[in-house]
């Protein structure tokens, strides 16, 4: 006999939808779901959003952890990318809204023209909002200071080229990217999500953003607290 596993890195049932795409995705997912034998998903949280949303029964809904090889993501030490006097603020992730990055480019703006911060951006990723978020970067004067350095293979030269990691998603689950940059000992700001309070300890392990200027600042100009949370 055949049988079905699914696997959901989340249940894409966000608040930026309208009420009746919600329902309706949600009971389409439920139909769905009867026809699947498990549901794998990446973190404790996208097992009960999933729970609370009714999809299947906690027996159907399976958690298997995501993994990094940390052999791979290592820290390497500051090399001559990460040279400059510029703190670089730096994320890897598909350039879609849900990701929020109009939020870390808006951030970078405050920084620099409010605070003086010496801070450059980094993002890297690829995805049908990048005419969008440059021509962002392009009205706010900061093409000098954010670069877009599109889809990489390997990331790990880009991660390594960063001081902050920062992913102010509006929806994920468990974040591999997120994790590689932790792997690599690069102290994180992340955004207020269930799925990432299992790893993003507040002050511990890395920042949950409310105010992202606020906690960018924070990290930007105490180098020992970078190094802390790295």
């Not at 990446?42 to 999933?50: F, I, L, R």
């Amino acid at each position: 006999t055949r049988r079905v596993v699914y696997t959901a890195h989340d249940f894409p049932f966000h608040n930026r939808l309208p009420v009746w795409k919600r329902r309706l995705y949600a009971w389409l997912e439920r139909q769905l779901a009867k026809l699947c034998q498990a549901i794998t998903v990446d973190s404790p949280a996208v097992k009960n959003h999933g729970l609370m949303l009714g999809i299947a029964p906690a027996y159907k809904i399976v958690v298997i952890p995501v993994g990094v090889d940390t052999a791979q993501f290592c820290p390497t030490g500051r090399t001559a990318s990460r040279a400059s006097a510029d703190i670089c603020i730096g994320t890897v992730a598909r350039l879609v809204p849900e990701k929020g990055l109009d939020t870390l480019i808006c951030a970078l703006a405050t920084l620099i023209a409010l605070r003086g911060c010496p801070v450059r951006g980094l993002i890297v990723g690829e995805g049908r909002l990048y005419p969008e978020l440059r021509n962002l970067v392009m009205t706010l004067g900061l093409a000098p200071a954010i670069t877009f350095d599109g889809y990489q293979r390997d990331v790990r030269p880009w991660l390594d080229a960063m001081d902050i990691f920062a992913l102010p998603t509006q929806r994920e689950g468990l974040s591999v990217a997120v994790l590689e940059a932790m792997s690599m000992a690069l102290p994180v700001v992340v955004s207020d999500l269930p799925a990432f309070h299992a790893v993003v300890l507040p002050d511990q392990t890395g920042l949950v953003a409310g105010d992202w200027v606020a906690q960018l600042t924070r990290l930007v100009y105490d180098a020992g607290l970078r190094r802390a949370l790295g």
